[in-house]
């Protein structure tokens, strides 16, 4: 069974930091991006990497303030976020692309990842 299963979510103050982390099981993945949901809002894309981590996209609202990273070891995925304002709060959601067969490709497009997580929670207040 595939499983990726985010965690380090929760509420901070604006101008915080948070870390979140992305634990896949069940088979390893090509690119691995994070995405993440508002209240009344389309899922929207964050940041992604290839599995090599030499290719790395960010959304232009998050580029400088969050790094996306990753450890094929652990089939681990990390979100840095520094900076943190509220308009950062989402839910954010860890997924995998399975297919592409290269361990330079990476994509921003959402329906390229099969597998998603449920999500974490990320609140920034004011």
């Known amino acids: 069974q595939v499983q990726l299963v985010e965690s380090g979510g929760g509420l901070v103050q604006a101008g915080d930091s948070l870390k979140l982390s992305c634990a896949a099981s069940?088979?390893?993945?090509?690119?691995m991006a994070w995405f993440r949901q508002a209240p009344g809002m389309e899922r929207e894309f964050v940041a992604a990497?290839?599995?090599?981590?030499?290719?790395?996209y960010y959304a232009d609202s998050v580029e400088g303030r969050f790094t996306i990273s990753r450890d094929n070891v652990k089939n681990m995925a990390y979100l840095q976020m520094h900076s943190l304002s509220p308009e950062d709060t989402a839910i954010y959601s860890c997924?995998?692309?399975?297919?592409?067969?290269?361990?330079?490709?990476?994509?921003?497009?959402?329906?390229?990842?099969?597998?998603w997580g449920q999500g974490t929670q990320v609140t920034v207040s004011p």
């Open positions: 997924a995998g692309e399975s297919t592409s067969g290269s361990i330079r490709w990476v994509t921003r497009q959402r329906e390229r990842y099969r597998y």
């Open positions: 990497i290839s599995r090599s981590s030499a290719v790395s």
């Open positions: 069940g088979r390893s993945f090509y690119a």
